[in-house]
């Protein structure tokens, strides 16, 4: 079974930056993509940013230009860096990676913008 462990969540004032991690408890065979969901409360889980396996990115058009995503050369820890943020994406942020075979999921890593 693989973990996917997020970090780095937390309480932020509008226009300031976190950067989210999420590591993999082991390798991932045949891994295509990772990325970062969130899901405010009410809400339906939208999809923030993606990275595959080649390094191509996806951003959701919110997002494009203040976030962006990246992974380490073992392809198995994935980031997301986020500046500028928005009152209103306040959310539970997951880490998702998808491989030959399986969909997993992180617990979630609560993010926090208010003053």
């Known amino acids: 079974q693989v973990q996917l462990v997020e970090s780095g969540g937390g309480s932020v004032q509008p226009g300031g930056s976190l950067r989210l991690s999420c590591a993999a408890s082991?390798?991932?065979?045949?891994?295509?993509?990772m990325g970062w969901y969130r899901q405010a409360p009410g809400k339906q889980r939208e999809l923030v940013a993606s990275?595959?396996?080649?390094?191509?990115?996806r951003y959701a058009d919110s997002v494009k230009g203040r976030f962006t995503i990246s992974r380490n050369s073992a392809g198995n820890t994935v980031y997301l860096q986020m500046n500028s943020l928005k009152p209103e994406e306040a959310a539970v942020y997951y880490c998702?990676?998808?491989?030959?075979?399986?969909?997993?999921w992180g617990r979630g890593s609560q993010v926090t913008v208010s003053t």
């Open positions: 998702n990676a998808v491989a030959v075979g399986r969909d997993d």
């Open positions: 082991r390798s991932i065979f045949g891994l295509n993509v």
């Open positions: 990275i595959t396996s080649g390094d191509s990115t």
